[in-house]
Every structure is written in structure tokens, then in C-alpha cells.
């Protein structure tokens, strides 16, 4: 089994920045992919960044230029760090990784940018 915990979410004013932390625990191996998904209120789950190992990530549109995400290996951990933040990223953030054809999923944390 794989957990993930998110850690790094929070209140934050337009234009600042914030870095999401995903760390993995339990048995991992042959990770395919590893995501950043994020929700808004009554808005589906969309995907945010995307990353497989060796890959060049991707990134949504709304995005592009202000979000990177990385990773640690040697931690287990993955990161999503998050510039010039705008009221309409708030949402909650949930990491996922893909190991084969399994998904696993953190359990969520909240942004809200705000003034």
C-alpha cells in the first residue's frame, strides 16, 4: 500500500506564493506518473501539473508560468510550488501518483488566496 500526505496549503494574499509538499510512504516502485490535481467549489477536479520521471512536466493553461512541480526522490516526497497566486487558484490541492495502473491520492489541502 501507498500513502500520500499533503502538507503546505493555506491562506495566502494575491500575488504571493505557496509550496505544496506530497510525501509517499509504503512500497513504491515503477511510479509512471506524478500529478497535482486541484478542486474548486462546485467546479470539477482538474488536473494542474503532471509529471513522469525523466519527462518534461505539463501544466494547465491557467497555470503555465507561475506553478512548477518537482520532486525529491531520495525523500519520497513531491512538491508543487505555487507564484503569483490569484483568487481563482483557491481550491483544494490533491496529489496523486500513478504506480503501473494504480492511482493513489493525498488527502487534500486547502488554498485560499485572498486579501
Known amino acids: 500500500q501507498v500513502q500520500l500526505v499533503e502538507s503546505g496549503g493555506g491562506l495566502v494574499q494575491p500575488g504571493g506564493s505557496l509550496r505544496l509538499s506530497c510525501a509517499a510512504s509504503?512500497?513504491?516502485?515503477?511510479?509512471?506518473?506524478m500529478n497535482w490535481y486541484r478542486q474548486a467549489p462546485g467546479k470539477q477536479r482538474e488536473l494542474v501539473a503532471a509529471?513522469?520521471?525523466?519527462?518534461?512536466?505539463n501544466y494547465a493553461d491557467s497555470v503555465k508560468g507561475r506553478f512548477t512541480i518537482s520532486s525529491n526522490n531520495a525523500k519520497n516526497t513531491m512538491y508543487l510550488q505555487m507564484n503569483s497566486l490569484k483568487p481563482e487558484d483557491t481550491a483544494v490541492y490533491y496529489c496523486?501518483?500513478?504506480?503501473?495502473?494504480?492511482?493513489?491520492w493525498g488527502q487534500g489541502t486547502q488554498v485560499t488566496v485572498s486579501s
Open positions: 496523486n501518483i500513478r504506480i503501473l495502473t494504480t492511482h493513489y
Open positions: 509529471s513522469t520521471p525523466g519527462g518534461t512536466p
Open positions: 509504503g512500497t513504491i516502485f515503477r511510479i509512471v506518473a
